[in-house]
């Protein structure tokens, strides 16, 4: 059974960091894409960032473009989300996402806060 767990949401203030950690399980991942996305309270869930897990390429939303980084380790299953220069804005629920390539088939973890003053 798949699952993915993140890890590594709270509180900061505005302009400092967090790393979000995806621990996934259950399978082997080499045809899928690992994402993360956010819920912001009141609106839609939205793409954050995404990687390849086989060749790590990567591809960010336009307002994280600069500041966050995504990577995995192959070795520990885990994919890692880097949030560097954080802003109120980004307050959200992070959830993990792992999507076999080409399909609309994907699997969700349950999600971590980040919350971010100002």
């Known amino acids: 059974q798949v699952q993915l767990v993140e890890s590594g949401g709270g509180l900061v203030q505005a302009g400092g960091s967090l790393r979000l950690s995806c621990a996934a399980s259950?399978?082997?991942?080499?045809?899928?894409?690992m994402g993360w996305f956010r819920q912001a309270p009141g609106k839609e869930r939205e793409i954050v960032a995404t990687?390849?897990?086989?060749?790590?390429?990567?591809n960010y939303a336009d307002p994280v473009k600069g500041r966050f980084t995504i990577s995995r380790d192959n070795a520990k299953n885990t994919v890692y989300l880097q949030m560097n220069s954080l802003e109120p804005q980004d307050t959200a629920v992070y959830y993990c996402?792992?999507?076999?390539?080409?399909?609309?088939?994907?699997?969700w973890g349950q999600g971590t806060q980040v919350t971010v003053s100002s």
């Open positions: 996402n792992a999507r076999l390539a080409g399909t609309s088939y994907d699997y």
């Open positions: 990687i390849t897990w086989s060749g790590g390429r990567t």
């Open positions: 259950g399978r082997t991942f080499n045809s899928y894409v």
